[in-house]
Structures are given as C-alpha cells and as structure tokens.
C-alpha cells in the first residue's frame, strides 16, 4: 500500500461543476501540499497545509489531521483547470516530500 | 526573485554517456532536493542537500547518480552511463533554510532521453 493514496485517479467535469480530489495518508505528517502539472509543464506548489483549511481563488484545500485526510475543491471550475493534480506530505522530521500518483482532471467547455 | 531555474530543459543522450542537470535555486534558498519522474510514474524523492553537504540520499540509485551542491553554483545531478530506464523528467525544488524544508518551490524540469 502506498503511504499517499489520491483519489479519483481521472476526472471529466463540465465547465462551472465544482470539483473534488481527495487524499489519503497513512503516516503521521508535518505538512502536506497540493501541487499542479500542466502537460509538459513544470509543477507549480498550490497548497502547503499542516492543519485547518486554506483558500485561494477558487481553490480550497483541507486537512483532517485526525483522519489523515485531505481534499483539493475547486469551484466554478474551467478548462484551464485541466492539470495533473498532486498531493504530497512531508512525514515526521523527514526532509522530502512523498508523492501521490496525481489526479489528472479534464475540464470540458 | 527568479524562482528555481533548471537548464537544460531538455536533453537527448545515447547510452554509456554521461548527463549533468543543473539546478539554481531561489535566491537565498540553500536546501535543495531533487525528484524524478519516470514515465506514467509519480514524483519520487531522490537526494536533500543544503550547501556542501549531501544531506539525505536514500532515494538514489546506488550506481552511476550523484549529486552535489556546491558553496558557488548550481547544484548538479550527474548520472554517468546512462540506460534507456533514465529517461524521465528530473525536478529539482528548493526551500529557505529557515523553514527547514516545509515550504518546496518547484523547478521546470529537465527532460531527459537516453537513445
């Protein structure tokens, strides 16, 4: 088992759906960040979470400590939106972060 | 302030020679990580170095990689001899020292083929 499980593996929305990625770990975690892929892109850090939520845009990202979970919300979502979307933690005193396999989300006009 | 910047982007190598990846980090960043991603595989951790020191390597391969970070320059990834199962983006990532690795800014990536 993987220590990051993400979830769906693929998404297709319609242009304005709101839209969720959730994320999985099974490790005690000091942070954890969601990060964007654009096709032969770079990465781009979205998020970096260690309690609570955060917004920024129409991006919200949250963290259920206790439950070792997170979810990405994207609303009113667009066809720009259409990326790889990652979720990874940094576990304990560790230095490095420890990637999901990503989400790949297809927003249609 | 620039963000991390890799070069090259892109870069072609036959079998049995050598690559060298280069990573310039933010300015004032001094921690620096590097990850790879093979093809339709996540981002795996590979090496954590601060300025002259090789911090964390437990994710390189045991032959042929290493890493450095020198105290002028970039850091370099350089893998000698390489094999087709090379070929993958290489991200590096860079952190001020002050927050001991919790913030990561994410470098474009090298592109590497091996033919």
């Known amino acids: 088992k993987n220590e990051v499980e993400q979830s769906p593996q693929n998404l297709t929305a319609q242009e304005g759906e709101f839209i969720t990625i959730n994320c999985s770990y099974s490790?005690?975690?000091?942070?954890l960040h969601w990060l964007q892929q654009h096709p032969g892109g770079g990465i781009v850090s979205l998020f970096m979470l260690s309690s609570g939520k955060k917004k920024h845009g129409r991006l919200i990202a949250t963290i259920n400590i206790q439950e070792k979970h997170s979810s990405l919300h994207i609303t009113a979502s667009h066809p720009r939106d259409s990326a790889v979307y990652i979720c990874a933690v940094r576990s304990g005193s560790a230095r490095q972060l420890t990637f999901g396999s990503g989400t790949q989300l297809t927003v249609l006009p | 302030n620039a963000g991390v910047m890799q070069n090259p982007r892109h870069l072609v190598r036959r079998r049995g020679q050598e690559a060298r990846l280069r990573c310039s980090p933010m300015k004032g960043h001094s921690h620096v990580y590097w990850y790879r991603q093979l093809p339709e595989e996540g981002l795996k951790f590979m090496v954590y170095l601060q300025k002259e020191n090789i911090i964390d390597e437990s994710g390189m391969p045991k032959e042929r990689f290493s890493a450095e970070f020198p105290k002028e320059g970039p850091s370099i990834l350089r893998i000698q001899q390489v094999v087709r199962g090379d070929s993958a983006a290489y991200f590096c990532?860079?952190?001020?020292?002050?927050?001991?690795?919790?913030?990561?800014?994410f470098g474009p990536g090298t592109r590497l083929t091996v033919t």
């Open positions: 490790v005690g975690i000091s942070a």
């Open positions: 990532a860079s952190s001020p020292p002050e927050t001991g690795g919790y913030e990561q800014y």
